[in-house]
């Protein structure tokens, strides 16, 4: 189920590759160089990620990505600035870094990544750990990190600091362009036009192509906000910086863990 070369990590179910992890990127400084998932496609094939798009060349696929990093920009292109309440080029882009990594045959991968600043100075070390499985008409990843830092830390977003509507940061899930006008349905069966889920708080969100063709869900280990765009471009993720920061402490951590599902055709009666 997977295999390792240098650079990656490639995920197969049967004969056909449905992803891979890139744990050694080759991206601008300028996007904030980080482990992603990309390509990503549907048991049957069907693309349903993005990299690199026009719009937002810092979008990887699926990944973590955090705008606010205490000093640091890991999320990638600039840094929105409350003061002159632009975005500007502030130099502040940071990266993370695979320190090691182990993987298994069936598709568990477990690895350290640093989070490091402009200057390379070590913000935090995360463990990750990945876990893929096969499921009825698709496949899923369980994603654990686990944040540990040398000094205090805060985490937050564009929102948190003047940009209203802006609570980004965290796992985002870059949709492909034929995801553009998606529906979006939540675990508690509420259901529309994915732009309306902007800010709504769920513990699972899923996006499925005006088509019907595909389906991309993302699932919480608790109630969370939701960024989430469709027409302006398509991508979506929780947001746990939407409308408060988080202090990670010496000796505490913080940890994250979600579940992505991806499906062919339009099954959003699942939820979780």
């Known amino acids: 189920m997977a295999t390792r070369d240098a650079s990656g990590v490639d995920i197969a179910l049967g004969a056909q590759r449905v992803a891979r992890y890139v744990f050694a990127p080759a991206t601008p400084a300028s996007e904030s160089p980080r482990p992603y998932l990309y390509p990503i496609t549907t048991a049957a094939g069907m693309p349903v990620a993005d990299f690199r798009p026009s719009d937002h060349s810092w979008h990887h696929g699926f990944s973590l990505a955090l705008p606010n990093a205490g000093r640091a ?6 840094s929105w600035d409350r003061a002159t309440g632009a975005y500007l080029d502030r130099g502040d882009n940071g990266s993370m870094r695979t320190e090691s990594i182990q993987v298994d045959a069936a598709g568990a991968i477990v690895s350290t990544v640093a989070w490091l600043d402009a200057d390379g100075e070590r913000l935090a070390t995360e463990d990750r750990a990945l876990a893929f499985a096969e499921e009825e008409r698709g496949w899923t990843l369980d994603w654990e990190s686990r944040i540990h830092v040398p000094s205090p830390l805060t985490l937050g977003s564009p929102a948190t600091n003047g940009r209203a509507g802006a609570g980004y940061g965290g796992l985002f899930f870059r949709a492909a362009p034929e995801f553009r006008g998606a529906t979006a349905t939540a675990d508690d069966g509420r259901s529309g036009p994915a732009d309306d ?7 699972s969100l899923a996006l499925t192509r005006p088509d019907g063709a595909a389906t991309v869900r993302l699932a919480t280990a608790d109630t969370s906000s939701w960024f989430v765009r469709s027409m302006e471009y398509p991508g979506f993720g929780p947001a746990p910086f939407d409308t408060i920061e988080v202090q990670v402490k010496p000796g505490d951590g913080w940890c994250l863990r979600a579940r992505l599902v991806v499906l062919d055709g339009d099954d959003t ?4």
Do not use: D, M, T
């Open 197 to 203: 889920f902007l800010g709504e708080r769920a513990r």
């Open 269 to 272: 009666r699942r939820s979780g």
């Open 73 to 78: 920009n890991l999320w990638g292109g600039r």
